[in-house]
Antibody, heavy 116, light 107 residues
Framework: QVQLQESGPGLVKPSGTLSLTCAVSGASIISSDWWSWVRQVPGKGLEWIGEIYHYGTTNYNPSLKRRITISVDKSNNQFSLKLTSMTAADTAVYYC?????????WGQGTTVTVSS | DIQMTQSPSTLSASVGDSVTITCRASQSVSNLLAWYQQKPGKAPKFLIYKASSLQRGVPSRFSGSGSGTEFTLTISSLQPDDFGTYYCQHYNGYPYTFGQGTRVEIK
């Protein structure tokens, strides 16, 4: 059974950088899957952030492209999100997910608040 | 970006009712459309892919149809556990985008 678990700080200062990690268990990150990040502003809908294939190929949401980096750590079977220049508008629940013809496996989500 | 618009925003129905949610795309997405169910405080659950294919383990009362720009999700006999917010998502090119969600309430 594939499971994903996000980890990272719950609080980030304005203009700071968010770094989140998604640990993958029950599957190899070098399988033929894309690994994704999605966020949800409290009380709002879902926003696709981007994805990575284990080769390192990435696809990013253009609205965030200048600020985001998604990377893979094969040795630890995990992938990561880095989001720079954080503002209050980036306060959200951040989910990692696997793309298997749809976002078929999700982490539980981690709440990130941007505040000084 | 392709805009996804769902209707209604909220619906209230009784157990046993058939309910339908509509999702419209601002341009054709072929059949590259997925549906998700989300309950409060939880991650979304994947229900349907390629507009009409049921994900393994999803009850058969859920069904999807459509292609191009208009899609529907139907729950044939609403059950108490079906409450939540439903989202469509296209994956016909980047960025993938979601509809704004349809909240389903049980009367």
């Amino acid at each position: 059974q594939v499971q994903l678990q996000e980890s990272g700080p719950g609080l980030v200062k304005p203009s700071g950088t968010l770094s989140l990690t998604c640990a993958v268990s029950g599957a190899s990150i070098i399988s033929s899957d894309w690994w994704s990040w999605v966020r949800q502003v409290p009380g709002k809908g879902l926003e696709w952030i981007g994805e990575i294939y284990h080769y390192g190929t990435t696809n990013y949401n253009p609205s965030l492209k200048r600020r985001i980096t998604i990377s893979v750590d094969k040795s630890n079977n995990q992938f990561s999100l880095k989001l720079t220049s954080m503002t209050a508008a980036d306060t959200a629940v951040y989910y990692c997910a696997r793309w298997g013809g749809g976002l078929d496996v999700w982490g539980q989500g981690t709440t990130v608040t941007v505040s000084s | 970006d392709i805009q996804m618009t769902q209707s209604p925003s909220t619906l209230s129905a009784s157990v046993g009712d058939s309910v339908t949610i509509t999702c419209r795309a601002s341009q054709s997405v072929s059949n590259l459309l997925a549906w998700y169910q989300q309950k409060p405080g939880k991650a979304p659950k994947f229900l349907i892919y390629k507009a009409s294919s049921l994900q393994r383990g999803v009850p058969s009362r859920f069904s999807g149809s459509g292609s191009g720009t208009e899609f529907t999700l139907t729950i044939s006999s609403l059950q108490p556990d079906d409450f939540g917010t439903y989202y469509c998502q296209h994956y016909n090119g980047y960025p993938y985008t979601f509809g704004q969600g349809t909240r389903v309430e049980i009367k």
